[in-house]
């Protein structure tokens, strides 16, 4: 099994457990064909986003026990759809990106420059 790139081109790192994230829900932004949405982009969830994204039609703040998504709050990392990452930075509402868990196709679709100036950083 080939080990996935992020977009620092060193080995993918987890995104989150807690909420278990991923298209595939195993903690990574990992893709493959079947993800035709592109959950590759980690982010590190913000109140501002997450209105957004209400508004959006995708509210990702409400639980939905029946689907096991007990809803995202600010502070939450989340594995994001490339193309509602890129809407949000055009509404200026892009949250932080978690560089070493965002996989290295984002790089198709946003530019690194982009990327690098939304990089969450912890310290």
């Known amino acids: 099994m080939r080990i996935a790139k992020n977009v620092l081109g060193t080995e993918l790192q987890g995104c989150c457990t807690d909420p278990m994230?991923?298209?595939?829900?195993?903690?990574?932004?990992?893709t493959r064909g079947d993800d035709f949405a592109l959950h590759i982009?980690?982010?590190?969830?913000?109140?501002?986003?997450?209105?957004?994204s209400r508004r959006?039609?995708?509210?990702?703040?409400?639980?939905?026990?029946?689907?096991?998504?007990p809803g995202l709050r600010p502070g939450d990392q989340w594995c994001l759809c490339v193309e509602r990452w890129k809407e949000a930075f055009a509404e200026g509402v892009a949250p932080p990106v978690v560089l070493e868990a965002t996989h290295i196709s984002t790089i198709e679709f946003v530019s690194l420059e982009d990327l690098h100036e939304h990089a969450f950083s912890s310290g």
């Not at 994230?21 to 990574?28: H, Q």
């Not at 982009?41 to 957004?52: H, K």
């Open 21 to 30: 994230t991923g298209f595939y829900r195993n903690g990574r932004c990992d």
């Open 56 to 69: 959006r039609g995708n509210d990702l703040s409400t639980p939905t026990p029946e689907n096991g998504f």
């Open 41 to 52: 982009v980690c982010a590190r969830m913000t109140e501002e986003f997450l209105a957004f």
